[in-house]
């Protein structure tokens, strides 16, 4: 069934065959792959990454077969769209305002976007979207975001949205560490269609070593593995993946002091009179409606503190990263001059 959804360049494609794909023993004299001899970073990394893998497989409790890892999930949406959608003639579906990468990923690979917004309190519009993808064959994947970036909140009716599709769901679970929401990873049997996305970049703090996964039928993952450039992850990389995970103490700690922090930070910005609303998060982030959101961007940028401003998406909306209790107080120090500016 997968089959029917995937290009047929990709049907045909006969993979790259890297050196290191068939034999990966590092201890036997390798004269395959036209490394360099001396050095300590000469080796090409194990391109099917399976140490990390066996980790991945054991924290996230998916089998080792229904996990591809791609440099970042940036490079995980793109190969996806590669896999399903016909440049020029395909097009994929968002709900706007969330992540920017699938409509870029969508241009790049010359696929259409259709839009069907959010509704005012930022769930799916599931009526409209089912009109759209019924008058619409040519929408080969849906890409939803939850924990929704920049809105923060948990999406409520993906599975309906899942049930409703032929085609593929992308699930993009970038945050869903920061969630109080289970992953839908322990859905993939039910839903062979969906592929969930995670990364390693937001929970895990590693976003220096672009590390992101698709969980998915092991039918998918196998044509992601034909796909991917061979060794798209770099040795040190997969070991500092390897490292985070094994982690776990680390992981959780710092996950609740950013929770906390949070918390913190969002009774805080309710105090000031410019600030209008404080959107619930599920994130690591906070959504802020304020008076003046560029006024706002600006005066804190002149301050040498750099925050996004999404008012072209979400009037007078600006999104704010959590930081460490520190850059936290120090952010409110300044909007707290701003305050006082404003109100002299
Ligand atoms: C929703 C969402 N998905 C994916 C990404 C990209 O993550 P990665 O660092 O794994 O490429 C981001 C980064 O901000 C994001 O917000």
Known sequence: MIEQLVRPNIL???????????FFDLKALMLDANENPYGT????PDPFQRELKSKVAEIKNVPVDQIFIGNGSDEVI????????????????????TYGMYAVSAQVNDVGVVEVPLTANFQLDINQINQVLLANPAIKMIFLCSPNNPTA????????????????????EAYIDFS???????????FPRLVVVQTLSKAYGLAAARIGMAFAS??????LNKMKPPYNVGTENQLLAIQALENQAEFQENKSLILKQRSW???ELQQLSFVREIFPSQANFLLVRVDDAAMVYQKLLSRGIVIRNRQHE?????????????QNRQLMDALKEIQQAINS
Do not use: W
Not at 41 to 44: G, L, V
């Open 41 to 44: 970073h000469n080796r090409y």
């Open 12 to 22: 045909l494609l006969k993979p790259y065959a890297s050196a290191r794909s068939q």
């Open 153 to 172: 909140n948990l999406l409520e009716n993906v599975e309906e949205v899942i049930e409703f599709f032929n085609g593929i769901v992308v699930l993009d």
């Open 218 to 223: 092991a039918e998918i993952v196998a044509y």
């Open 78 to 97: 793109d190969l996806l769209q590669r896999l399903f959608c016909e440049p020029g003639d395909d097009q994929i579906l968002v709900c706007p305002p």
């Open 265 to 267: 930070l969002a009774q």
């Open 180 to 190: 109080e929401k289970a992953s839908m990873t322990d859905r993939l049997k039910q």
């Open 314 to 326: 979400i009037e007078n909306c600006l999104r704010i990263s959590i930081g460490t209790k520190t």
